[in-house]
């Protein structure tokens, strides 16, 4: 059983430029989530997708930022003309669909660092 | 709208002895509430989570946590610390209602464990 993988593992663009991250979660779970990590700060829910579904997104997620999941299987996540404030570790996770209590297990992240 | 506080940025510990890392809650359903552990440059690691049930949750590597409902609180205790335990700790919560499916995290404890 492979777990949450993640790609890059690291980034590094300058100030400008679009960058795309990819997540693979866990094979036969249906959910997918991406959380943002500043330094010093615990991971903050950016979107999640059900399937292939976008169900929710947060008010941190701005009109640079993109995310498809296409097929319901990876996910994508894109931000267009990055900005120094998007330097973070972008972290993706995923679960089974069982409700609420289900459990999110986390990928290692990619670290992006715009110069 | 749900939160969660760590109180504490660090906490120093003996190998041998107990360790505890707090955290407190806020939410307006019933919590869900978890804790993950995140080495350097890592994602998160799954812990342990209180769904329902048995106030006291065992979970990985010889942790538990104890939920308290009156205080709010869902400590992570060890009865007795491994060097190898140093780490940065994440409590987390969902609401039962209302909150969607996003985590909302703390801002991390670091433990430090020594010889």
């Known amino acids: 059983d492979t777990g949450v993988s993640q790609d890059p593992r690291h980034k590094i663009t300058k100030r400008g430029q679009n960058v795309t991250f990819r997540c693979d979660p866990i094979?036969?779970?249906?959910?997918l989530y991406w959380y943002r990590q500043t330094l010093g700060q615990g991971p903050e829910f950016l979107t999640y997708?059900?399937?292939?579904?976008?169900?929710?997104k947060s008010r941190l997620l701005s009109d640079r930022f993109s995310a498809e999941r296409p097929k319901g299987s990876f996910s994508t996540l894109e931000i267009q003309r990055t900005e120094q404030g998007d330097s973070a570790m972008y972290l993706c996770?995923?679960?089974?669909?069982?409700?609420?209590?289900?459990?999110?297990?986390f990928g290692p992240g990619t670290r992006l660092l715009v110069l | 709208a749900q939160s969660v506080a760590q109180p504490e940025d660090q906490v120093n510990v003996a190998e041998g002895n107990p360790l505890t890392v707090k955290c407190t809650y806020s939410v307006s359903g019933n919590p869900y509430l978890f804790w993950y552990v995140q080495y350097p440059n890592r994602g998160l690691q799954f812990l342990l989570k209180y769904i329902t049930g048995d106030n006291l949750v065992k979970g990985s590597y010889g942790f538990e946590a104890e939920f308290n409902k009156s205080q709010t609180s869902f400590h992570l205790k060890k009865p007795s610390a491994l060097v190898s335990d140093s780490a940065l700790y994440f409590c987390a919560v969902r609401d039962s209602t209302g909150g969607g499916n996003k985590l909302t995290f703390g801002t991390g404890t670091q433990l430090k464990v020594e010889l």
């Open positions: 094979s036969e779970h249906n959910r």
């Open positions: 996770a995923s679960s089974p669909l069982a409700g609420p209590q289900e459990t999110q297990y």
């Open positions: 997708f059900q399937n292939e579904a976008q169900l929710e």
